[in-house]
């Protein structure tokens, strides 16, 4: 299967190749704009008109995919490598390590978006944890300019190698912890030119932006304007003029935390599910990310780089309105300081499944303290076991989808974990280890592509939570998910099957992109990853096989490959739950719209998986 999956890769570079400038000796340059969790359907020209531009007049991703987790640090992967998940071994943005991460806070439950916990990821695994090469270090390596500008964690994804080495000799990285001891260091160029376009060599705060609120304070009102205006000046009056300068080829990344800040952190609707992330300050966040790409394409016009630069921008997910309401959880039935009555609290998923295993709750996350009754896992987080330092369990908490590990591989623990799942109204959607067996009412993991050459543990089992839609008639808009976060009802998060979670928004216009074209092909995050590579002519030594396509009927005088539907069900469990994939095809290759328990996923009607499809 890997063989032929590389084959068919390289038969769709064959395809391609002429398409991208010709293969030209010296190819154009690229800009990937990341607008961190902008809804395909919100964009217009009167609520993002930069994007909308870039869509109407270059190619318009009609169809587009967000790998599953989706999550950030997940999607960060897959555009920067190419690779699915099961390659990556970025599952999620918190992960079970298997030893004790220090950056993280000492646990072996990091969260990813961090420089340092990235770092000692990546000495733990071999120096380089996703275990395939990303498009900066493979440009880099081939001399031309690299840099990646913007949200801290997935920036340095791109290029998180190799940072040993003097920072001249690296991706020019400018994040959050830019100037701070956890950050990369500037060079000395990057020093002096900053200095003269009086820019601070430190970057700000988000500020009000950041103020997530409580269970009886709002969140914020304001988006992530300042500093997202410190890295959008960064790029266009110090980045994009130095490389011009060389006279080089370049890829740049810039990754806009909004409008995903201003959505988890919106202070509209506190404990209601409606307007939810339809408010103004999501709105806010969107029109933020929007000025960004305004001004970084307006730099490129008076730096004379428009004709031979090509913009790529692309959603690393979806997004919906948090709920925190079940019928069936055990902890929802308990009091919390923090959490209203009745509501889900934090770490629900862990104090669950401790009482159905009857097995000892430890929080990962504060020193492995035990977790006494009326109380939740600080960060949600939890070990399961007589012994927390040999745990027999490990719930890592992300929002609309948790990772559960089992490092001693029992598979009768995994029937019982499944069993005690399967009884809760918030699941839709199991997924589990193809080596610990196959269990009725949930599909392999390799079906969706999280079982390959990952170096870092995979999870044993991963639990789709509860989707449906709220607010208005756009099912990808008014998205409602149950979510384990810290985060309130009525705040927005990201993470399951649902369509309104895989559903990112993508476009892409420049030399290298045809002009006014509709795609109505099915394109992932992983796409972008080998078509930014095909422009650019780069050339990896692939890991694993799991792997995305060149995007050719993008490109001008490029192939259009044929495409179809189809579903992937389960055997029915006990109480008949059966897990439900609807994807398309592309050749060989899946795109999953959407997962889970039929009516209990947005994008999956109680009708759907009535019939299976041929060769299933």
Known sequence: MRRAILLLSASLFTLAAGAASAQNLTPHNVILFVPDGLRAMKVAPDTAPAMADVRD??????????????????????????????????????????????????????????????????????GNYLNEDTILKLARAKGFSTATIGKVGPVLIFDHTDRADKPGAHSIVVDDSTGGKTGVPLSDEMKDALTKANLPLTAPSRGANGDAGSATKAGTTA?????QAYFADVTTKVVLPMFKARAKPFVLVFWSRDPDGSQHNTGDSLNTVTPGINGPTSMAGIKNADDNLAQLRKALDELGLTATTDVIVSADHGFSTISKESKTSPSAKLSYDDTPKDFLPMGFLA?????????????????????????????????????PTKPDLVVATNGGSDLIYLPNKDKKLTERSIKALLDQDYVSGLFVDDALGKFPGTLPMSQINLKGKAVTPNPSIVVNFRSYVEGCNEPTNCSVEVADTVLRQGQGMHGSFGRGDTMNFMAAVGPDFKAGYADPLPVSNADVGMTIAQIMGLH????????????????????????????IVSKPAANGLKTIVKYQRVLTQRYFDAAGFAGRTVGLDAETGKQKTAGQ
């Open 57 to 126: 007049k270059g190619v318009n991703f009609k169809n587009p995919h967000s790998m599953f987790p989706t999550f950030t640090t997940a999607n960060a992967s897959a555009m920067a490598t190419g690779h699915y998940l099961g390659d990556s071994g970025d599952f999620s943005n918190t992960i079970y390590s298997a030893y004790t991460n220090v950056p993280a806070g000492d646990t072996v439950v990091p969260f990813l978006e961090n420089d340092a916990v990235l770092g000692d990821i990546d000495d733990h695994f071999g």
């Open 223 to 227: 988006p992530n304007a300042a500093q």
């Open 351 to 387: 104090l669950d499944l401790a009482k159905a295993l009857d097995l000892p709750l430890y929080d990962p996350n504060d020193k492995n303290a035990a977790v006494a009754t009326n109380a939740h896992p600080k960060a949600g987080n939890g070990v399961l076991g007589k012994d």
């Open 540 to 567: 990896a030594t692939a890991e694993g096989g799991l792997v995305g396509r060149v995007i050719s009927e993008a490109l001008p005088n490029g192939s259009v490959p044929k495409s179809a539907d189809g579903q």
